[in-house]
């Protein structure tokens, strides 16, 4: 019995968009086997009669060459096999003409991306993907598309959205960042082609041309050391700041991690939560007071951020969710009344680190070590306003 391939609106499901996916259907033996096309329609849009898109319907002719396209592809595949003397199936048929990957549209891909991140208990970094998710869908409705509808003007239009909403150039291009890491994810599994890789053209790199200031001068990391707390959430706050900036800029996820088992001699050591990358520092006195301050024999954190009831990745990371958010609000109240230049948060101080070896003559190759950065490059990121200050200091010798 010959095989019949068709397209049909399977209206029996209504995606999150309130349309129905357009499905490849094909018939051998008295057996049926559907494929997603990978694109959906509303159902009103679609001629049931002649089994196309109705002439009103948006992108009807992209639509129409899409079906024609894979009707081929799978038509050709039955030719080949019945040259080759080969029995097939509607099932095997379709499989033979699938990738291996059952993600198809810029939606699954993303969701796909997000389940993996979580696999690997990187849960902190999947709730960031999770929000520029939502960021998306809610620039474009819904991410039920092909990635060729993803190219240079549909990425100018988003970026110029998120410019109308007053949102900062690093957010921006955190959130296409993550867009261009789900293109590699689909570029990496053969399911899409190179050319459809708009970020040839659009290089997130011109987001980043202008970098906030996060340093603030080594008198004034003194003034917040020497800074007495009212609460002791304040007095964590203040702690936390200064022992990131005695300990080469840890941050506070690491931080919050950090157990007795880290102290070995004289040394802190571990393997930073972002990069992975053995750090290995000195501790120095103050930050060995601010240790023993916190000492807990009931508790393996030397912190008292997380506690032993925080077990799953889950509950590790809404705690440290829950804590950063407190001690930065406390940080930047600090850093009004010391009336310091920029906001004042756990960051500053990775930062402050940085710049105040720099300006001591450290090489940045050291600082980056330090750091536990992947590139020197990274490093430079956070000096690019030091050296700025530099040069216009440099300037007024001109005159």
């Not at 010959?2 to 995606?15: A, D, I, M, N, Q």
């Not at 898109?53 to 060459?65: G, M, Y």
């Given at each position: ?191 899409i082609k190179n050319d459809c890789y708009p970020f040839h053209t659009y290089k997130v790199s011109k987001l980043n041309r202008r970098t906030a200031k996060r340093a603030i001068s080594k008198k004034d990391v ?35 991690k950090l157990k007795h088992s880290n102290i070995i001699g004289n040394q802190l050591i571990y393997n930073r939560e972002k990069t992975k990358k053995l750090i290995n520092v000195p501790l120095q006195q103050q930050a060995i007071e601010i240790i023993t301050k916190y000492k807990n024999d009931k508790s ?100």
């Amino acid at each position: 019995m010959s095989e019949t391939v068709k397209v049909v609106c399977y209206k029996y499901k209504t995606l999150s968009n309130g349309e129905s996916p357009l499905m490849i259907r094909v018939c051998k033996n008295g057996k049926k086997k559907y494929q997603s096309l990978g694109i959906s329609i509303k159902v009103e849009q679609w001629d049931f009669k002649a089994n196309q898109p109705k002439a009103k319907c948006p992108n009807r002719d992209r639509i129409i060459l899409l079906i024609n396209e894979k009707i081929s592809e799978i038509q050709k595949a039955a030719l080949d096999k019945k040259i080759a003397g080969k029995d097939f199936t509607a099932t095997t048929l379709i499989e033979s003409t699938t990738n291996k990957t059952t993600c198809k549209t810029v939606g699954e891909y993303y969701l796909t991306y997000i389940q993996n991140l979580k696999k690997e208990n990187r849960i902190r970094y999947a709730g960031m993907f999770e929000v520029s998710y939502s960021s998306f869908i809610k620039f474009n409705k819904h991410l039920d598309i092909p990635f060729s509808d993803i190219d240079v003007a549909w990425l100018k239009k988003y970026e110029m959205w998120m410019k109308e909403q007053t949102l900062s150039i690093s957010t921006i291009s955190t959130r296409i960042r993550h867009l261009r890491a789900v293109f590699n994810l689909a570029i990496a599994e053969h399911a899409i082609k190179n050319d459809c890789y708009p970020f040839h053209t659009y290089k997130v790199s011109k987001l980043n041309r202008r970098t906030a200031k996060r340093a603030i001068s080594k008198k004034d990391v003194l003034k917040i050391m020497k800074c007495q707390g009212n609460t002791p959430m304040e007095c964590l706050a203040i702690d936390i700041f200064a022992f990131s900036y005695l300990n080469a800029g840890i941050n506070f996820i690491d931080i919050a991690k950090l157990k007795h088992s880290n102290i070995i001699g004289n040394q802190l050591i571990y393997n930073r939560e972002k990069t992975k990358k053995l750090i290995n520092v000195p501790l120095q006195q103050q930050a060995i007071e601010i240790i023993t301050k916190y000492k807990n024999d009931k508790s393996p954190y030397l912190f008292p951020v997380l506690t032993p009831f925080h077990k799953t990745e889950i509950q590790i990371a809404n705690r440290l969710h829950k804590v950063l958010a407190k001690i930065n609000k406390h940080l930047k109240e600090i850093g009004k009344k010391l009336k310091l230049p920029i906001p004042l948060t756990t960051y500053v101080a990775r930062h402050s680190y940085a710049t105040v070896l720099k300006r001591a003559g450290v090489s940045t190759s050291i600082i980056s070590e330090s750091l536990g950065h992947s590139s020197e490059k990274i490093t430079q990121v956070y000096l690019d306003s030091f050296n700025n200050e530099q040069i216009n200091e440099a300037m007024k010798n001109l005159l």
